[in-house]
């Protein structure tokens, strides 16, 4: 399974209620998208970032099939316009706990 993970900084005034609502309907139109959890940071501390999100796909193919959806393309240019910083990571997670090392 690979984890994608996206982290993001918004710039000031930008209201990412529409946007965040978009994400979270992703999985009801994307169907490479194995889950997805979004949501704004609720900690508050100096090093948090203003929202997460977080999703799996069973394959590496699968996250450049979600990235390319034109379900998705629109969100991206919105995420793009609204951040200040983005940064992601993706790294795969063992489908079975026996495994991990």
Known sequence: MIRHVVLFRWRAGFDP?????????????????RSLDAGPDVLGA???????VVADFDRLDDVAAYTDHPAHRPLIAISGAGAEQIASVDFEIPDHPEDQP
């Open 46 to 52: 100096d090093r948090s970032w203003d929202a997460a």
């Open 17 to 33: 209620g529409d946007w965040l609502e978009r994400v979270r309907a992703l999985p009801e139109r994307i169907p490479q998208l």
